[in-house]
């Protein structure tokens, strides 16, 4: 199998000479794949999201044009600068928000985001609520949690989440599941599973895990979001 699997790759990666960023998602994907029958997981499908953010068009064209729809971004301005254009073009487009969002973004957020994994404070949900009323646009969100309790990043308490939620409830909006960012240097593995129980306990589906470095790990807790960038994209400049 592995000539075959050899052959392959010459003739689409070299041949046909395929752009990176492609054959790191076929890659990516096939990784997935064996994992996810290794561990015998069932009716799983997890979704890699191809995070682009200081990536240009040249890079996110190929992906595009290989059926990609999934794509992340981390800043609201360069998102409204790169993506309007190529939503207009390719119909299912999936576009995710992922980094901290400030409540002054919040109107250009809804306009061009279809998810929001970063939702991290009530003045925020409360904000993001009243602008999907007046668009009538409804975004899907994430609750990010700070799983680490680190100062330094954003997310709810774990022990603040089941409060936080019943707001998020009465504001009516679209909860689909949490999302965290473990902290460096600890087995993100011990945070998957905080996150996995979190989610049970406020019966949500969505799981929001799993970067270029752990998405492997991230399959094991059946993560259905995988935020992945430098594997695909390649090394970000800044
Ligand atoms: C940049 C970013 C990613 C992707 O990180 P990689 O390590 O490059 O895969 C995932 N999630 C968030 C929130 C990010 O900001």
């Not at 010459?10 to 790191?24: A, G």
């Not at 076929?26 to 996810?36: A, G, L, S, V, Y």
């Not at 119909?91 to 400030?102: A, D, R, V």
Request: some cysteine; aromatic content about 10%.
């Amino acid at each position: 199998m592995r000539i075959f699997k050899l052959i392959y790759e010459v003739v689409f990666f070299k041949v046909f000479d395929m752009h990176h960023t492609e054959s790191n998602l076929i890659e990516i994907k096939d990784k997935i794949k064996n994992k996810i029958k290794l561990l015998s997981l069932n009716q799983y499908d997890p979704k890699v999201i191809a995070v682009s953010k200081t990536f240009d068009e040249k890079d996110i064209l190929p992906l595009l044009n290989f059926g990609h729809n999934d794509f992340g971004e981390n800043k609201v301005q360069e998102a409204s600068l790169k993506w309007p254009k190529l939503k207009e073009k390719y119909k299912n487009i999936k576009l995710h928000m992922l980094g901290k969002l400030q409540t002054n973004k919040v109107k250009f957020a809804v306009e061009i985001f279809d998810y929001i994994h970063s939702l991290d404070n009530l003045k925020l949900a409360n904000k993001l609520a009243k602008e999907m009323h007046k668009k009538d646009k409804r975004v899907k969100i994430f609750i990010q949690i700070n799983l680490g309790g680190e100062k330094q990043k954003s997310g709810i308490e774990p022990n603040d989440l089941e409060a936080f939620y019943k707001n998020c409830l009465s504001l009516k909006l679209d909860i689909v599941g949490t999302m965290c960012i473990p902290p460096d240097n600890q087995d993100p593995k011990l945070f998957f599973k905080d996150l996995v129980n979190l989610n049970n306990k406020i019966k949500l589906s969505e799981l929001s895990m799993g970067m270029t470095n752990d998405y492997l790990d991230a399959l094991e807790f059946r993560s259905t979001y995988l935020r992945i960038g430098t594997g695909i994209f390649g090394k970000r400049a800044n």
